[in-house]
Structure formats: structure tokens, C-alpha cells
């Protein structure tokens, strides 16, 4: 610091005191040098007459690594007085000392005021938001549910990798989370990490846990996985049952799936079947073509179990009916049911239409698509091809006419997600294709786009987690 100072006192009789790049250099030294003096780093700031934005933000940094809470938002509210517009850093920094200070309520408002400004996804903001929110086990469980429930699993992830770097194990409720956003994403790799992580921790024993493993295994394609973890559970309940029920059925194991539901009915089995596991089933007929089996599980359903049938499960049953070419049977059970048919359900009796050459009714439900979605170009594709495929090659050029004069178009080609791309770039919390470490750089964005954090992210993703659950799970 003496050194500094001597530096300091030449620049005053430069007359250089009021120049922001020089003078800048000065704070920002005392601000964020461990040999730095906060209290010089402000008693220069103050003299000067007109600070600029990178000014207030390198004071506000400082009082904030120095724990100086209430002095860094003083600050911060003097800086808006006077004319200046908070940016990225200045949200990071701010928000760094609510993390560093523990002060989650004020972080919240820090985050709002972010949001207020559009900047809370920037990825410097982003980053530190998901710090400071795990320094807070219930806060970050609150958080992760809303990242997952807004559509946002990847950031989820990446909660749950920052409680981890700050020490904070996670509970049965993060870990529910967690695995749900891993099934979204398909993100099989992370979700054997957590796998790895509940292990040997004693929250393997619990359903929830369970039920969430068997989930994201399934939704993954490791279904022999889920089985495993299935037959293994000392206790199941109708989520456990209606879990691998599902699972069996999206991986065409129809029988497999009906003798599950039948095994559930047992009374030692302990588990009353509910809406969702007739939809399990239901699905599973669908994809076998077991019509007359779907007839009598949709009949025990609503006779039986007194289950009113949802648009789900009609659904299911219209497509059962379709696949199996019924076409008629499976158009008079869409247009009696007691609900509004949605844009899915008509789809999927135009797709069935296409398949079987079935003009007429086809030509009816692309009336009743327009009506709920006029422009989504498969709907013209499928009845173009429909017409083609039956020799109606008058009509098939019309209706690419009429989704033209629409001005419906085509999705762009190459647009869909390949499973050989990358999931992150921490930059957005997405997943890494061959990188087990995070790097200073995938935390923090390029140092041209500013100074990084002070703290970056070097958070482990082990490799041989990949791996562990390929063997048979004990």
C-alpha cells in the first residue's frame, strides 16, 4: 500500500486525479487485492467528481468482499440516485455479498430488481443467483422445483451442483427434484451421479427416492435399471406401481406391463390402481394393439373403479382404436366424449388416418383441426401425404396450396435436439459432452466479456459415475 501511495500522490500532481482509467486502476486494486485497503479504495472514490459505472461497481465489489453488507447497498442506491444504470456486474456483485453475508432476503430482492431490469439470465447474473441460493438448503429446494416447474431443468442441475460446491448436501426433497429434471432432459449420465450420491447415504431406503430413481431410469432407456430398483424396494406404493407400469409401457413391454398391474391388484400389494395407472395400461394396449383387452381395462376403469376418464385416457383409447384400424369406431368415441377433444387427440386420428388410406374420416378431423390450430404445418403434411398415399393426387397438391396461401411453413430442417450434441455449457447450465470438470471459462463466459467472478466453479462430475450402473444394482 505505501507503494500505492506514492504512485497516488504522483497521479495528483500529474492532475490525472480525475481520470476514471487511472484512477480506476487505483479502487480497483484496494477493492479486490488481498493487500488492498478497502477504506483507501472509498476515501479515493469519494474525490472523485464524476465516477463512471465500472467505478461504482468496483467500490461496490470491494465492500462487498470485505463484508461490508450495508455500506456496498448504500452504494448501490447512490449509484441509481445518480444517474446510473445497473449492468451485469453490478447485479453479480451485489448479489455475491448477499451470498458471502448470508443474507438470502436481500438476495431476493437483488433478484428481483434483476428480473426488473431484464438481466437475471445473463449468464454472470444466472451463475451467481444459483450461489447464492445454494447457501440456503431451503431456498435452493424452493428454487429448484421453480426452475423445474418453469420449464428450466438444465438450471436445476446446476443448483444442485453449487450446493454441492458450498458443502451443502442435498435432502430427499432436492434429490426428487433433481431426478425429475433429469428425466426431462434425458440426462441419463447426471442421474447416475445422483444415484451415486444417494447411495450409501440412507435416503436409498426411502420411496420417494426410490420412485424418482425408477422415474428418470425409465424416461432414460434404462428400464432393466428400473426393474432392478423396482424389485428391490422392500415397500412400494401406487407411484412405485404406476412408475414402472409406465415405463414398461413406453418401452413396448405391453404383457409385461399387464402383469404388473395385475400383481398390483393383489391385496398384499397394498396399492389401490388410481387414473394414472389405467393410463399405464392403457398405453400399454395401444402400442401391442390389444384392443379388446383396452376395451375391458377402459370398462373396469369407469364401472369398476369408478374412475372418470380424462382426455388422457380417451386419448388412449381413440388411439388404441385407430392403430388397429377401427378408424370409425375410434372418430364416434372422440366426437361422444363428455370433454372437448384437444388439437393432440384429432393428430392422432389424422396420423392413423394417413396410415390406413381412410379419406373420409380424415377429411373430416382436418376440419376440426383448423379450428383448434390452423397453422401447424404437420396437420397439412399429414393430410397431403394421406391423399397421396391413397391416390388422391388432385387434392394432396391443394392442400399444400392452402398451407401456403396460410403462409404456414415447415420447420427449418436440422432444428431438433440430437442426442450426439452437447447437453451443457455452464455458461446456461447445459451439460458437457466429454468434460468432467467445469472450467473457469464455462462458469464464468470469456474474460473479454468482463472481469469473471471471483470465485469460479470447479465442480467435479466424477467419471466413473457413468459407469456404476451398469452393473446390476445391489
Given at each position: ?5 506514492q504512485?497516488h ?7 490525472l486525479?480525475q481520470?476514471?482509467?487511472?484512477v480506476g ?6 477493492s479486490v487485492?488481498?493487500?488492498?485497503s ?6 479515493v472514490?469519494e474525490?472523485m467528481?464524476?465516477p463512471?459505472?465500472f467505478?461504482?461497481?468496483t ?5 462487498g468482499?470485505t463484508?461490508?453488507l450495508?455500506?456496498?447497498f448504500?452504494?448501490y442506491r447512490r449509484?441509481r ?10 447485479f ?25 431490469e431484464?438481466?437475471?439470465?445473463h ?20 428454487i ?14 446446476g ?8 458443502g451443502?448436501?442435498?435432502d430427499?426433497?432436492?434429490?426428487v427434484?433433481?431426478?425429475s ?8 449420465d447426471?442421474?447416475r451421479?445422483?444415484h451415486?450420491?444417494?447411495?450409501g447415504?440412507?435416503?436409498e431406503?426411502?420411496?420417494?427416492i426410490?420412485?424418482?430413481?425408477i422415474?428418470m431410469y425409465a424416461?432414460c432407456?434404462e ?5 432392478e430398483?423396482?424389485a ?6 401406487v ?6 407400469i ?8 405391453a ?10 391388484q ?9 387414473a394414472?395407472?389405467f393410463l399405464?395400461?392403457?398405453c400399454?394396449?395401444?402400442r401391442a394393439g390389444l ?17 372418470a376418464?380424462t ?13 388397429a384400424?377401427l378408424?370409425?369406431?375410434a372418430?364416434?368415441?372422440?366426437v ?6 384437444n388439437?393432440?387427440?384429432w393428430r392422432?386420428?389424422l396420423a ?11 377429411e373430416r378431423?382436418?376440419w376440426h383441426l383448423l379450428d ?7 396437420d ?9 398415399g ?5 387434392e394432396?397438391?391443394?392442400v399444400r396450396?392452402s398451407m401456403?396461401?396460410r ?5 427449418a ?12 455449457n455452464l455458461?446456461s ?10 472450467s ?8 473479454e ?6 470465485e469460479?466453479a ?11 450402473y451398469?452393473r446390476p444394482?445391489r
Amino acid at each position: 500500500m505505501a507503494d500505492l501511495k506514492q504512485i497516488h500522490a504522483q497521479i495528483i500532481r500529474a492532475g490525472l486525479d480525475q481520470h476514471v482509467f487511472v484512477v480506476g486502476r487505483i479502487i480497483s486494486f484496494c477493492s479486490v487485492s488481498e493487500v488492498g485497503s478497502i477504506a483507501y479504495a472509498a476515501e479515493v472514490f469519494e474525490r472523485m467528481e464524476r465516477p463512471d459505472g465500472f467505478l461504482w461497481n468496483t467500490i461496490i465489489r470491494g465492500l462487498g468482499r470485505t463484508g461490508n453488507l450495508r455500506e456496498a447497498f448504500l452504494c448501490y442506491r447512490r449509484m441509481r440516485e445518480d444517474g446510473k444504470a445497473a449492468d451485469n456486474f453490478t447485479f453479480s456483485f451485489l448479489l455475491k455479498t448477499c451470498a458471502q453475508t448470508e443474507s438470502a432476503g436481500l438476495g431476493k430482492q437483488v433478484h428481483g430488481c434483476a428480473v426488473k431490469e431484464g438481466l437475471d439470465s445473463h449468464p454472470h447474473v444466472r451463475n451467481t443467483l444459483i450461489h447464492m441460493y445454494a447457501m440456503s438448503r431451503e431456498v435452493s429446494n424452493t428454487i429448484i422445483g421453480g426452475y423445474v416447474h418453469s420449464g428450466e431443468p438444465k438450471v436445476t442441475l446446476g443448483v444442485l451442483l453449487e450446493m454441492q460446491r458450498c458443502g451443502f448436501p442435498p435432502d430427499e426433497a432436492t434429490l426428487v427434484v433433481v431426478l425429475s429434471a433429469c428425466s426431462e432432459l434425458g440426462a441419463l449420465d447426471f442421474g447416475r451421479w445422483v444415484h451415486s450420491l444417494i447411495d450409501g447415504s440412507g435416503l436409498e431406503r426411502l420411496i420417494a427416492i426410490c420412485n424418482s430413481l425408477i422415474d428418470m431410469y425409465a424416461k432414460c432407456g434404462e428400464i432393466s435399471c428400473a426393474r432392478e430398483l423396482f424389485a428391490g424396494m422392500a415397500e412400494k406404493n401406487v407411484v412405485s406401481w404406476n412408475s414402472m407400469i409406465l415405463g414398461l409401457a413406453a418401452h413396448g413391454s405391453a404383457a409385461e406391463a399387464l402383469d404388473l398391474f395385475a400383481a398390483m391388484q393383489h391385496p398384499r400389494a397394498c396399492a389401490e390402481p388410481n387414473a394414472v395407472t389405467f393410463l399405464g395400461v392403457l398405453c400399454a394396449c395401444s402400442r401391442a394393439g390389444l384392443v379388446e383387452q383396452g376395451r375391458r381395462l377402459f370398462d373396469s376403469m369407469t364401472n369398476h373403479h369408478r374412475i372418470a376418464p380424462t382426455i388422457q385416457h380417451y386419448g388412449c383409447m381413440a388411439d388404441l382404436l385407430a392403430r388397429a384400424g377401427l378408424m370409425r369406431e375410434a372418430y364416434k368415441l372422440v366426437v361422444a366424449m363428455p370433454i372437448e377433444p384437444n388439437a393432440v387427440v384429432w393428430r392422432t386420428l389424422l396420423a392413423a388416418c394417413r396410415v390406413h388410406g381412410d379419406l373420409k374420416p380424415g377429411e373430416r378431423i382436418r376440419w376440426h383441426l383448423l379450428d383448434w390450430d390452423p397453422d401447424h404445418s404437420g396437420d397439412y403434411v399429414l393430410l397431403s401425404h394421406m391423399y397421396a398415399g391413397a391416390g388422391g393426387w388432385e387434392e394432396a397438391p391443394k392442400v399444400r396450396e392452402s398451407m401456403e396461401g396460410r403462409g404456414v411453413e415447415k420447420p427449418a430442417p436440422g432444428t431438433a435436439w440430437s442426442a450426439s450434441e452437447p447437453l451443457v455449457n455452464l455458461r446456461s447450465f447445459s451439460w458437457l459432452r466429454a468434460g468432467d470438470q467445469y472450467s473457469r471459462e464455462d462458469f464464468n463466459g470469456p474474460e473479454e466479456n468482463g472481469p469473471p467472478l471471483d470465485e469460479p466453479a470447479a465442480m467435479a462430475y466424477p467419471i466413473a459415475a457413468r459407469n456404476i450402473y451398469r452393473r446390476p444394482i445391489r
